[in-house]
């Protein structure tokens, strides 16, 4: 459920749920486990954390880049993301995943081009 929480505050607090296990794989991959990813069990954090207060979940309407319809997907908010931020400040796990991704953007951004 932690997990879930961390990747959502990457996106600052909002998420499609069709888009949290391909992100819980790079944050597994990025702290070195291999654990398989069942998408039950994210229902079931899911719910969870809906139960608890912490995320709404609110069927929605959306589209892709690179697909010409639309399809129903959930959206997913955490309910107080200022609040949920400030704790994983103090998370190591996210703080490390944060940088890395951050780290890996800015070299993308500065790696020369051929002209």
Excluded: C, H
């Excluded at 697909?67 to 490390?96: H, Y």
Aim: hydrophobic share 40%.
């Amino acid at each position: 459920m932690a997990d879930s929480i961390r990747i959502l505050a990457v996106y600052n607090g909002v998420s499609w749920k069709s888009e949290v296990i391909p992100d819980l794989i790079k944050l597994y991959r990025f702290l070195g486990v291999l654990k398989p990813l069942d998408p039950k069990e994210l229902d079931k954090a899911l719910e969870k954390l809906e139960a608890e207060g912490l995320i709404s979940v609110e069927k929605r309407v959306r589209g892709a880049f690179d697909r010409p319809w639309t399809f129903e997907d959930e959206l997913i908010r955490l309910v107080d993301s200022g609040e949920t931020l400030k704790a994983l400040r103090r998370d190591e796990k996210f703080m490390n995943y944060v940088r890395e991704r951050y780290m890996r953007m800015v070299n993308q951004l500065n790696r020369k081009r051929p002209i």
